[in-house]
């Protein structure tokens, strides 16, 4: 077992003498056999190493089972860290608790400069994690399991022990004598895992002894056809989208098979929402492919968390839907100032003589005796009207305007609206304007409402 060990050490996971590895170390038999193995490499490979242990006090013997911990480690003189998890949540406990450990750990490979984390994990925790992973559903990909090695935080996580099965360990610690707790809640059947362990697999190992074999190998099948697939749909994806990868291109993305899309459009989405904790189901892919093939020419499809794609003829972008109500700050303009509404965007209004059209992208000229001050700016709201220049007194809602302009969905919820303490709505700036937009006179009742924006040149006709 020390020989395949080494081999795996040296020719799957590219470590040596120089790495420095964080072992995270749970006292179980399997990390407790890492650690022993790790220790019995040939000093010209060997490692350094530090611990890590988490304390999730979900059980009586935690408290022992971290005494246990740090006696090994003070008898190995190796440098140990230990958390305890003070606030477990009602439910999700595995989940929350992986998400702890695992967030510690980055923490300490930080602080520590290590660039390994290395886990127990063996062949026969593959099984139960791809039982798991085929019964819940999802994406294909997810069948390739448990990876050897794999990008984490700044480093990597590795898995040495992938090519033994639990009984080898055990074997193996019997032989070496290294002592081990016993996790006692894996004995019990109240966590899934542990169902499949208990229950699923020894039926499916009377059925095949070797199907933990088998299943590790249909594994690194998988990882090897999912490599060789990215690639294939990057470079697709590629084609069909814009530079940056944030608009795709209906009419490109349509040329493609059905088979082709279905996979551009799951990399799209995985990319455009890498931050967020979304999952797309295989159902919704299939309903967003039929929205962007008969959907509306402007229209949008609900993502979870208030994402949507949004199709604005042939260009489709993923946004987070800005709420009216989150991003209506009111901001009142103050005369002959320019006020400043984000980082490439400035209103203002200003008497005729003392302003610069040099300094404006666009402006229009009202006359002091038929607005009241003071105006404001602010983006939109539902209900919104205002009456147009030379429409003879005719109002029109705003939505109807955007919607005659063919503005994108996504655009409307940015556009800046100018009205007056009479709730008058004076200019939809860039966009339109009202019915108090009048000529520039000689006489100086005038005042000026301007706009600056730093984005290149304005792309709407301004009307
Ligand atoms: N409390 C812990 N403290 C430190 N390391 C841990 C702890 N629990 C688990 N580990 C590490 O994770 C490996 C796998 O443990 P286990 O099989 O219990 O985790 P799991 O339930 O499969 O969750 P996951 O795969 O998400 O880590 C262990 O061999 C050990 O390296």
Same mark, same amino acid.
């Given at each position: 077992?020390n020989?395949?060990?080494?081999?795996?050490?040296?020719?799957?996971?590219?470590?040596?003498?120089?790495?420095?590895?964080l072992?995270?170390?749970?006292?179980?038999?399997?990390?407790?056999?890492?650690?022993?193995?790790?220790?019995?490499?040939?000093?010209?490979?060997?490692?350094?190493?530090?611990?890590?242990?988490? *304390?999730?006090?979900?059980?009586?013997?935690?408290?022992?089972?971290?005494?246990?911990?740090?006696? +090994?480690?003070?008898?190995?003189?190796?440098?140990?860290?230990?958390?305890? =998890?003070?606030n477990?949540?009602?439910?999700?406990?595995? /989940?929350?608790?992986?998400?702890?450990r695992?967030?510690?750990?980055?923490?300490?490979?930080?602080?520590?400069?290590a660039?390994t984390?290395?886990?127990?994990?063996?062949?026969?925790?593959?099984?139960?994690?791809?039982?798991?992973?085929?019964?819940?559903?999802?994406?294909?990909?997810r069948?390739?399991? +448990?990876?050897?090695?794999?990008?984490?935080?700044?480093?990597?996580?590795v898995r040495?022990?992938?090519?033994?099965?639990k009984?080898?360990?055990?074997?193996?610690a019997?032989?070496?004598?290294?002592?081990?707790?016993?996790?006692?809640?894996?004995?019990?059947?109240?966590?899934?895992? *542990?169902?499949?362990?208990?229950?699923?697999?020894?039926?499916?190992?009377?059925?095949?002894?070797?199907?933990?074999?088998? #299943?590790?190998?249909?594994?690194?099948?998988?990882?090897?056809?999912?490599? #060789?697939?990215?690639v %294939?749909?990057?470079?697709?994806?590629?084609?069909?989208?814009s530079?940056?990868? /944030?608009?795709?291109?209906?009419k490109?993305?349509?040329?493609?098979?059905?088979?082709?899309?279905?996979?551009?459009?799951?990399?799209?989405?995985?990319?455009?929402?890498?931050?967020?904790? +979304?999952?797309?189901s295989?159902?919704?892919?299939?309903d967003?492919?039929? =929205? %962007?093939?008969?959907?509306q020419?402007?229209?949008?499809?609900?993502?979870?968390?208030?994402?949507? #794609?949004?199709? !604005?003829?042939?260009?489709?972008?993923?946004?987070?839907e800005? /709420?009216?109500?989150?991003?209506?700050?009111?901001?009142?303009? &103050?005369?002959?100032?320019?006020?400043?509404?984000?980082?490439?965007?400035?209103?203002?209004?200003?008497?005729?003589?003392?302003?610069?059209?040099?300094?404006?992208?666009?402006?229009?000229?009202? *006359?002091?005796?038929?607005?009241?001050?003071?105006?404001?700016?602010?983006?939109?709201?539902?209900?919104?009207?205002?009456?147009?220049?030379? !429409?003879l007194?005719?109002? /029109?809602?705003?939505?109807?305007?955007?919607?005659?302009?063919? &503005?994108?969905?996504?655009?409307?919820?940015?556009? =800046?609206?100018?009205?007056?303490?009479?709730?008058? %709505?004076? =200019?939809?700036?860039?966009?339109?304007?009202?019915?108090? !937009?009048?000529?520039?006179?000689?006489?100086?009742?005038?005042?000026?409402?301007?706009?600056?924006?730093?984005?290149?040149?304005?792309?709407?006709?301004?009307?």
């Amino acid at each position: 077992m020390n020989q395949r060990f080494k081999e795996n050490y040296e020719k799957k996971l590219n470590l040596t003498k120089d790495s420095h590895i964080l072992l995270a170390l749970s006292g179980g038999v399997d990390s407790m056999v890492l650690l022993h193995l790790l220790l019995n490499l040939p000093s010209h490979i060997r490692p350094s190493i530090s611990l890590a242990y988490v *304390n999730h006090r979900l059980r009586p013997e935690s408290d022992a089972e971290a005494e246990f911990i740090k006696k +090994i480690a003070d008898q190995l003189c190796l440098p140990l860290s230990i958390k305890e =998890w003070k606030n477990p949540p009602d439910s999700g406990i595995e /989940k929350a608790a992986r998400d702890f450990r695992y967030q510690f750990f980055a923490e300490r490979m930080e602080i520590l400069k290590a660039e390994t984390l290395m886990t127990g994990h063996h062949r026969s925790d593959q099984l139960e994690t791809l039982l798991m992973r085929f019964v819940r559903g999802g994406s294909w990909e997810r069948l390739g399991g +448990i990876r050897w090695s794999q990008i984490f935080s700044p480093g990597c996580l590795v898995r040495p022990l992938l090519s033994f099965t639990k009984a080898e360990l055990y074997d193996y610690a019997q032989k070496e004598n290294i002592r081990f707790v016993e996790d006692a809640s894996n004995e019990e059947s109240e966590f899934t895992r *542990n169902r499949f362990r208990n229950q699923i697999i020894p039926l499916l190992k009377e059925e095949n002894p070797q199907v933990e074999y088998q #299943v590790q190998a249909l594994a690194e099948e998988i990882q090897s056809l999912s490599a #060789v697939t990215e690639v %294939i749909f990057s470079e697709k994806l590629t084609e069909v989208t814009s530079h940056d990868g /944030k608009e795709l291109d209906r009419k490109l993305f349509m040329q493609e098979s059905e088979d082709y899309r279905y996979f551009i459009l799951k990399l799209w989405l995985f990319q455009e929402l890498a931050d967020q904790e +979304i999952e797309i189901s295989n159902r919704s892919l299939w309903d967003i492919l039929r =929205w %962007i093939q008969e959907g509306q020419p402007n229209s949008r499809f609900n993502l979870p968390n208030a994402y949507n #794609v949004f199709r !604005s003829y042939e260009k489709l972008t993923i946004e987070k839907e800005v /709420k009216l109500s989150d991003t209506n700050p009111v901001n009142e303009l &103050v005369m002959n100032e320019w006020c400043r509404l984000s980082a490439s965007e400035s209103l203002g209004f200003f008497e005729k003589e003392k302003f610069d059209s040099a300094e404006a992208s666009c402006f229009i000229t009202v *006359n002091r005796e038929d607005i009241d001050l003071p105006l404001f700016a602010r983006h939109r709201k539902d209900g919104d009207r205002m009456t147009l220049k030379g !429409s003879l007194n005719q109002s /029109k809602k705003i939505k109807d305007i955007f919607i005659d302009q063919k &503005v994108p969905l996504e655009k409307r919820n940015h556009a =800046w609206i100018i009205q007056d303490i009479s709730n008058r %709505i004076i =200019w939809l700036v860039t966009y339109k304007e009202s019915v108090y !937009s009048v000529e520039p006179s000689r006489e100086d009742e005038q005042y000026v409402i301007a706009f600056h924006t730093k984005r290149g040149e304005l792309t709407n006709d301004y009307t």
